[in-house]
């Protein structure tokens, strides 16, 4: 199994779980609930694979929707719904942030692999990493994270820095790229305990 399918499916996991928990919080019912983790684990992934003219990959690959079914099947056996909002809220952030960071660095990846120059690679990993949240958001009346949330997208920015600066020097491994991924969650939640925000102009 290659690094980049590795992040797919532990991004995958995380944003249904994330998608899961968010729905549950704003008391959709069972199709918003669907829609909700479909679109936060999918999102960001066909948008990367449309930029980089690839066929998404969750319709050559039954992969994905038996990992998102799976997750939600496994959610809601183990009761996830039922938790405190202080666990939510955690459990949350962590998924979140797990699945941020996974689908920045597949976006950093494929965007490599397409010979795409330095601007192109920290687009498509931003763009990967924020899609699904940002579109999940959108459908629910919130204000996309990425647009106020402490360093939400800058996360996914620092991240496709790491890996161009990892292929420039040849390292883009699977040790490396799990350091990054471990830096890049450190980071995140570092930053939201913190309160860390950009600066504003208000």
Known sequence: MTALEIADIIGI????????LIAVHMKMD?????????????????VRDVI???????FTNN?????????????????????????GK???VVTDTIGLVSFAISGAIIAINADFN??????????TAIGGGTLRDIIINRIPAVLMSD?????????GFIII?????????????????????????????????????S
């Not at 330095?118 to 763009?127: A, M, N, P, R």
């Not at 360093?151 to 991240?159: L, R």
């Open 30 to 46: 069972i199709l918003g609930i669907f829609i909700s983790s479909f679109l936060t684990a999918f999102g960001g992934g066909m």
């Open 118 to 127: 330095f601007i192109g690679i920290i687009l498509l990993s931003l763009l």
């Open 151 to 159: 360093f939400y997208g800058a996360i996914a920015i620092i991240i």
């Open 165 to 201: 600066a990892l292929d420039y020097f040849g390292q883009v491994n699977k040790i490396a790229l799990l350091i990054t991924f471990a830096f890049g969650i450190a980071l995140r939640l570092f930053a939201y305990y913190k309160k860390w925000h950009l600066p504003t102009l």
């Open 13 to 20: 996991i995380s944003f249904t779980i994330s998608g899961f």
């Open 90 to 92: 955690t459990a949350f």
């Open 52 to 58: 980089a003219n690839q066929t998404p990959y969750i």
């Open 63 to 87: 992969l994905p929707i038996i990992l998102v079914i799976s997750t939600l099947i496994f959610s809601i056996v183990f009761k996830l719904h039922k938790i405190t909002d202080l666990e």
